[in-house]
């Protein structure tokens, strides 16, 4: 009699801001089956196995990496949204990774608005944990298009902040526990967005005082806040 084995549906894709994302840097399998899929905890208490950001992307570039089974290509993208910026990656070294690959090589010159979908990975440990994102895909669009899934993430991160102020989940005393802080502390990721979503729409001066990233501020590494070096050898 064949084995019977199990079958999981693709998990939704979290629309997520990138300065929640960088703080997730725990990681956990839902259940013990070998395709069990694999988490982030958000410090939100919301998990994550495929993420949607969007923002501008300032840098593009790929280099070719050695490794046991010879020489890849690796694509490196940073993508700056509200108040952080997140480090991108794909590689020829795995198939799945092929159809983001070919988006990559027809991006425009940067900087230009995209949308990004990818699985989220935490490498390393402790202090020298940082978190990546393995593209799946990746589109360039209009500053409208951007601004719709930012303002849908900033709904899911309040949804979330809501409903720890009611229900205490497993997920949330567990990200509580881990980040040693609670979802009320990520309100100020809204109150950024919100400046963020009213610059980009040109109803903010340029001069106002902002830690948001701008399409005039996009240029310098340190106005996106990722931590990744994306020239460093990784594998997707």
Known sequence: MAETKTFRMPVQAVRILPAELNKA???FKDGDE???PKFVLLPSGRRASRVVI??????VYKTTEQSEKGAYDRWSVRLVGPTAGVALT?????????AAIEMLKKLPPAPFDAIAIGRPKVLGEGDDAVMLVSLEAIVPVDTDDVIDVVVEAAEGLADAILASRKDATMDTVKAKSVYGTSPEELLHLLDGTKEYILRRQGKLPVESKSTAPTQTQISGEAADGCDVDLRSPVSA
């Not at 969007?54 to 840098?59: D, L, P, Q």
């Not at 794909?90 to 092929?98: I, R, S």
């Open 34 to 36: 070998e395709m069990a």
């Open 54 to 59: 969007a923002g501008v992307v300032t840098e």
């Open 25 to 27: 840097l725990y990681t």
């Open 90 to 98: 794909a590689n020829t070294m795995f198939d799945g990774q092929n």
